[in-house]
């Protein structure tokens, strides 16, 4: 469930059941709006250089990092990301927000990323995944060279939990040597803190993992795979790499006293 402070004026998207093949496609409406796409670039120079100050100056006073009220301004944000660790989600969040764009809620409103805030409420968000890409594979087994059992594109997939239940079904390295070719990015991905929580959900754990894969020379160093099904039920394995969750952190921005500020995130 997205949580919203009440000062943020926003209309929820209503679903629309699908057809059988559920897909969501991206959505980036970035250009629509001058002054923004202009914040986009001082934002995708910030988050390239790991400029807090820069940062900093591209946030709102009160920006929110959670629901309860009292969470709000530069020094909670602080507490909550750690912008000054280069090594921070933090960096790898807001590099994911660039790679698959914002959505113009309003003329004053824009939302990042779509696989959340245009996730079908008909479908549970911590039970599936998005491919967030347009040709993927699906395979019979959690490695690069194992028999390719279809190509998957913009498909809701459901997320299959492990054998018992417990955390979801996610093989977390790939056979030595066997590493796959990822040309999109914003920027190497760094590592995350430590799995283990033990008040994650097994959503937040996968998505852990995901934020933990190294893109290094174009390259995943560590590719890790989760098991799915297609909405036509056809189950496999999918790298990490392709997919996104519908639980992922979240942002809001608002044009305020004659700027565009980020006023929202949390994930």
Not at 51 to 70: M, N, R, T, Y
Not at 202 to 227: N, T, Y
């Amino acid at each position: 469930m997205l949580s919203i402070p009440v000062r943020f004026l926003l209309a929820y998207c209503v679903a629309v059941a699908l057809p059988a093949q559920t897909k969501l496609f991206p959505v980036d409406e970035t250009q629509k709006d001058r002054d923004f796409a202009s914040y986009v670039k001082r934002l995708k120079k910030a988050v390239a250089e790991r400029d807090v100050k820069a940062l900093k100056k591209l946030c709102d006073g009160s920006i929110a990092v959670q629901e309860k009220p009292e969470l709000k301004g530069w020094d909670e944000f602080e507490k909550k990301w750690t912008p000054g660790d280069p090594k921070s989600r933090l960096w790898s969040t807001l590099e994911d927000f660039l790679d698959l764009g914002f959505i113009q809620e309003t003329p004053y409103t824009f939302l990042s990323p779509y696989v959340v805030w245009r996730f079908p409420n008909h479908l549970d968000p911590a039970k599936h995944w998005v491919v967030a890409w347009g040709d993927e594979a699906l395979r019979e087994k959690p490695d690069a060279r194992s028999k390719e059992l279809r190509r998957v594109a913009f498909e809701i997939v459901r997320r299959v939990p492990a054998p018992g239940g417990g955390d979801a079904g996610v093989e977390a390295a790939q056979p030595a040597g066997a590493q796959q070719t990822n040309a999109r990015g914003a920027g190497a991905r760094q590592k995350d803190a430590p799995l283990g929580d033990a008040q994650q959900t097994d959503a937040q754990r996968a998505d852990a993992q995901l934020a933990s894969a190294q893109l290094a020379g174009g390259k995943w160093a560590e590719a890790r795979w989760a098991e799915v099904e297609t909405q036509d039920g056809a189950r496999g394995w999918m790298s990490l790499a392709a997919l996104k969750s519908p639980t992922m952190p979240h942002a809001q921005f608002n044009y305020e006293k004659g700027r565009w500020l980020m006023v929202m995130l949390e994930d």
